[in-house]
């Protein structure tokens, strides 16, 4: 039987468990892809910990993962983007996971890879650079602008700098001492967070900066909030509640195939790079993910699969 990486109930690390599955049948408006890579996400481990039951609630056992790239097998009803064969990535149909090897994707999400993009780089795409391709584009950043980006060396802050950077937009990043070789790789300046970290960015920028994108939440974006006056530009992809408090909004994701589209042409253009750290084999997911949840991931961590 297929092979796969899930949980059996809601909590820590202890519930994950490699599965055996029946081959996903496609419904309406999905593909089945046979999976060769895998993006890993926070979104993954929060998922599992049952912080979003409300909102997404699973039957068990379920599978991780929520980014995908392979080869269509199977084409649902309704889907007529997509030939069997065809080289796609896209996000996981809700039900479905990506640390498989085979899954669901939902064809309204997904394009097909240009063949110069490699399946692991393409998995790293529709998540973390979806929603730094989402949140630069809302900020409505301009040349000459700052950007300070609260957590710049997870998969987000790196797609995000890459973009800011390239509208001309001079980027500030926060994080710890040990990302500064890939956040100056970047074109960004490292500050150090921590206490003390909105007194070290004025140190820079005396009169704070145009805007914020938050991708850690809590106590951290408290922190460096009120570096910003037009509070429309404080965004956060982690915290919504914690954004609205100060004034702020989140970020909307578009998810669609077409935006998705764009991304990948950067990246087959060699403008976006997304930075894929680590690749491991699917039997080695747990680990995976664990190096994202420690939160000391830097750029993305990828699950080869095929």
């Given amino acids: 039987m297929p092979k796969a990486y ?26 089945l892809v046979a999976v060769r890579a895998a993006g890993v996400n926070p979104v993954d481990w ?12 699973l039957a068990f056992p379920a599978v991780l993962g929520a980014e995908v790239a392979g080869a269509v097998e199977e084409i649902g009803q309704d889907v007529d983007t997509f030939s069997v064969h065809d080289e796609i990535l896209g996000s996981v149909a809700p039900g479905s996971g990506g640390y498989a090897e085979y899954a ?15 399946f692991t780089d393409a ?24 950007l300070l980006i609260n957590g710049i060396g997870g998969g987000v802050g790196v797609a995000a700098a890459q973009l800011a950077r390239d ?10 001492e040990e990302k500064r070789q890939i956040a100056e790789s970047l074109g960004a300046t490292l500050v150090t967070y921590g206490d003390g970290v909105a007194d070290r960015i ?3 920028m005396p009169d704070g900066v145009d805007a914020v ?6 106590a951290a974006l408290s922190s460096v909030a009120d570096l910003v006056s037009d509070r429309t530009r404080l965004m956060t992809t982690a915290d919504p509640s914690g954004v609205a408090r100060h004034g702020g909004v989140s970020v909307v994701r578009d998810g669609t195939g077409a935006v998705l589209g764009e991304i990948v042409q950067l990246v087959a253009d060699g403008k976006l790079d997304p930075h894929v750290s680590d690749v491991v084999p699917l039997e080695r997911a747990g680990e995976a993910l664990a190096s994202v949840e420690s939160g000391h991931a830097r750029g993305k961590i990828v699950i080869e699969v095929g």
């Fill in 6 to 31: 899930g949980f059996s109930e809601y909590g820590g690390p202890e519930v994950q468990t490699v599965l055996d599955l029946d081959k996903p049948t496609p419904g309406a408006g999905e593909v």
């Fill in 46 to 57: 929060k998922i599992r910990q049952g912080y979003m039951a409300e909102v997404m609630p």
């Fill in 104 to 118: 669901l994707v939902t064809a309204s999400t997904a394009t097909k890879k240009p063949p110069q993009v490699s």
């Fill in 123 to 146: 998995a790293a795409l529709p998540v973390a650079a979806g929603t730094a391709y989402d949140a630069v584009r809302q900020l409505n950043l301009k040349e000459g602008e700052t």
């Fill in 167 to 176: 509208l001309g937009v001079f980027v500030i990043g926060t994080g710890s």
């Fill in 202 to 204: 004025r140190e820079i």
């Fill in 213 to 218: 994108l938050d991708v850690i939440g809590g």
